[in-house]
């Protein structure tokens, strides 16, 4: 089970971190994601992170101002947000999975948060 925080109203230009906690005891074991979803639009990857958290993976809209890690101690992976833009606004989602692809779709994701909301406007 993921469950998502860390989303909230922000001004542009600023930065905002989510984190993803998972339940369970084979955290490392699972490769992570992160999509959005703004509205009357699909569901869109963000980044993605490997088991160990060497190798990530970026969207080019995002590409240089968000940064994805992950504690495997704490079964927790972030999503750093720098230099928000209003093209942010979305529900941002966790994703996990046993599996960790070079091009990661929406599809090769098994299990998903709930979601938070990242609105960002002035």
């Known amino acids: 089970q993921l469950q998502a925080s860390g989303g909230g109203l922000v001004q542009p230009g600023v930065s905002l971190r989510l984190s993803c906690v998972a339940s369970?005891?084979?955290?490392?074991?699972?490769?992570l994601g992160w999509f959005r979803q703004a509205p009357g639009e699909e569901r869109e990857f963000v980044a993605s992170i490997s088991f160990s958290g060497a190798v990530t993976y970026y969207a080019d809209s995002v590409k240089g101002r968000f940064t994805i890690s992950r504690d495997n101690a704490k079964n927790t992976v972030y999503l750093q947000m720098n230099s928000l833009k209003p093209e942010d606004t979305a529900v941002y989602y966790c994703a996990a999975d046993t599996k960790f692809y070079s091009d990661p779709r929406e599809t090769d994701f098994g299990s998903w948060g709930q979601g938070t909301q990242v609105t960002v406007s002035s």
């Open positions: 369970g005891r084979t955290f490392s074991s699972y490769a």
